[in-house]
Each structure stands twice: as structure tokens, then as C-alpha cells.
């Protein structure tokens, strides 16, 4: 009877050793993830899914920890302590990040992409696997490419519809010199500002305008100070889901696979959370009274044709074969629809 209890136990043993080996690679660790914007942001729909998946994929060992609004800093110091190892990690825009990887600064050339879809592929394949290896390369993982989105025009003088539209009108612009020289190349009086001065600089007309995705235009009530907008989609500035490699390599094999594979599908939710709210955002703004409109196909080209004196410009800050990079995926891109 106690030979055959012995042998009972042994088994069971054995069974749960061979039974969870991936469990006993999974330390219980709690990681903070910075954010600049707020919780009510897509990308908050998104770590939730996130956080679902490394829930099932760790059995609840690995958790995040959001810190909303700059709450641990912005964008640019948040991304700096993760570089360093004294943050885990951080969701921020391309923008921010071009002294450290210049390559970067391809998404913010304008009228670079018509749709989503073209971003993604682009993001989503070898070109974004090299833009990886250089962020690897300065201490980051780019977990995986979330969605800032399409900018877009509001202002409380007249519809875009055309290039020269912009001629003369005050526009506030991030302190960005890719930015600042193509709404100067238009024509504007393109004004670097800081986000939170915008709203009270639209209101008492010092601006008259300021580009963002719509979600931002909404929920920071700036289409309560502006008579239009219009859907330019100029610029497409993607998230990105940077943790600290120096820390992540401290974890094992199956926690980093884990985070890789999660933040995927926190990827894929917050993409379709992002799109549905702006045009949600849209019809809101619309409903508030402000005049839409969309340009068309033809005037949207001779945007993209007067803008190529930018693209000369900050081509080799850049990188030339960055620039043709993409440029040569997309052609072959449209080239097949």
C-alpha cells in the first residue's frame, strides 16, 4: 500500500513537473508604462487588451501599471529613463524620438501615406523591423507599432481645400522643423507652441488654427474655438510601445515572448478603438457646428508635389535610403491595388 502511494506521488509529480514548465518561467513583476496622453485615450483600450492576453499568457504573474497625462514626464524624459533602465516602459509618438533615431523622422513628412493600411504595412513589415534594430541599437524595444494617426486641420478663417488655402493663417505647429517648414512652404505663419497654451491661443485669436487626429481636437474642446475643419491627413505619426532593453533582458525568454506577442494584440485593438472613436470625434464636432470637408484626390497631389522641397530638405537628417525606402514600398504598394 505504501509502495503503491509512493509511486502515486512520484507520478504526480513527475506530471507536474512536465505539466507546467512555462508557468515556472514566469516571475510575478508589476512594470509601469508611461503615457502622455490621457486614460480616456484609445490607448488605454488597447493596455487593457494588452494586459488580458499577458493575463492568460502568464497566468497573472506579469502586470502593468499605466501612468497617464506626463504623469512620469513627457514623452521625451519618460523615453530617456527608459533608455537608461530606471523605467520599464513607455507609449509615445515618433516625433519626440528623431535625435535618437533619425530615421524616425520619416513619418513626419507630409502627405507621406493616403491610408492606414499603407502605414501599417509599412510599419508592420521589414521596414519597421529596421527602424527595430535601430532603436534596439540605443537601449529600446519597440514592442510593437500603436496608432497616433492621421493629423488633420481645424482653423476659424476658411475651409482648406487647396494649398494655397493656408496662405497667411497662423498655425500652431509642434516645435518640429519638418513640420515648421511645410506649413511655412504653404504659405502659413507656422507657430510653435506648447500643447497646453493652444486651446487659450485659438480662443483669444493670436492662432488661427492647429493640426491634430481628431480624438485630440475633441477631447482637448478646441472645435469650441474653431468654424472649420478639414480632413488633410498631412502628417501620420504612429505610437510607439518602447520598453527599456536593459531591463527586458533581465527577463526570461518566455516573459519577453510573452510582452512581444501581448502588445500585438494590444496593438491590434487600440488600432480599431483609435478609428471608430475619430469618427465618432468627427460627428461630434460636426454636430457643434463646425463647416467639414474633405480634399480631393487632385489637390491632395499638388499638396504632395509642392511639399517635395521638404522632402529634399530633411532627407539626409533623415536618411536618403530611409526615405526611398518607404517611398519604393509604397509605390509597389499602389502599384498592386
Same mark, same amino acid.
Given at each position: ?16 513537473? *512536465? ?10 513583476? $508589476? ?20 494586459? =488580458?492576453?499577458?493575463?492568460?499568457? $502568464? ?57 492606414? @493600411? ?28 500603436? =496608432? ?12 482648406? =481645400?487647396?494649398?494655397?488655402?493656408? =496662405? ?22 507656422? $507657430? ?26 475633441? *477631447? ?51 488600432? @480599431? ?22 480634399? $480631393?484626390?487632385?489637390?491632395? @497631389? ?36
Amino acid at each position: 500500500m505504501t509502495r503503491s502511494i509512493l509511486k502515486g506521488a512520484l507520478c504526480l509529480t513527475t506530471a507536474l513537473a *512536465t505539466a507546467s514548465p512555462a508557468l515556472a518561467e514566469f516571475t510575478e513583476r $508589476t512594470f509601469r508604462v508611461s503615457n502622455g496622453i490621457n486614460e480616456d485615450h484609445p490607448v488605454a483600450t488597447g493596455m487593457a487588451a494588452m494586459q =488580458e492576453c499577458l493575463d492568460e499568457q $502568464t497566468g497573472g504573474m506579469m502586470q502593468m501599471q499605466g501612468f497617464w497625462g506626463g504623469a512620469l514626464g513627457g514623452d521625451l524624459q519618460a523615453t530617456q529613463a527608459v533608455r537608461s533602465g530606471l523605467q520599464e516602459a513607455v507609449v509615445t509618438s515618433s516625433s519626440p524620438l528623431v535625435g535618437m533615431v533619425p530615421a524616425l523622422g520619416v513619418f513626419d513628412l507630409p502627405f507621406l501615406f493616403r491610408t492606414p @493600411e499603407e502605414a501599417y504595412a509599412v510599419m508592420d513589415g521589414p521596414f519597421g523591423d529596421s527602424l527595430n534594430e535601430q532603436l534596439d541599437a540605443v537601449g529600446l524595444v519597440n514592442l510593437a507599432y500603436w =496608432e497616433n494617426g492621421f493629423r488633420n486641420m481645424s482653423n476659424s478663417q476658411r475651409p482648406i =481645400e487647396t494649398w494655397e488655402d493656408f =496662405e497667411g493663417m497662423k498655425v500652431r505647429v509642434m516645435q518640429n522643423n519638418i513640420f515648421l517648414d511645410t506649413f511655412s512652404n504653404f504659405g502659413a505663419n507656422a $507657430t510653435p507652441m506648447s500643447f497646453g497654451e493652444v486651446f487659450s491661443a485659438l480662443e483669444t485669436k493670436a492662432i488661427d488654427a492647429q493640426e491634430n487626429p481628431y480624438v485630440t481636437i475633441d *477631447t482637448s474642446r478646441f472645435y469650441e474655438v474653431q468654424e472649420y475643419i478639414s480632413e488633410t491627413k498631412h502628417a501620420y505619426t504612429p505610437f510607439l510601445f518602447l520598453f527599456s532593453k536593459a531591463i527586458l533582458n533581465s527577463y526570461s525568454p518566455e516573459e519577453q515572448q510573452a510582452l512581444r506577442d501581448c502588445a500585438i494584440v494590444g496593438r491590434d485593438v487600440e488600432r @480599431e478603438a483609435i478609428q471608430a472613436l475619430n469618427l465618432e470625434s468627427l460627428a461630434k464636432m460636426e454636430e457643434a457646428g463646425l463647416a467639414f470637408n474633405t480634399i $480631393t484626390p487632385e489637390n491632395q @497631389e499638388e499638396m504632395l508635389e509642392k511639399s517635395q522641397v521638404v522632402y529634399e530638405t530633411h532627407k539626409a537628417a533623415i536618411g536618403a535610403d530611409v526615405v526611398d525606402e518607404v517611398q519604393a514600398t509604397l509605390a509597389e504598394l499602389r502599384a498592386a491595388e
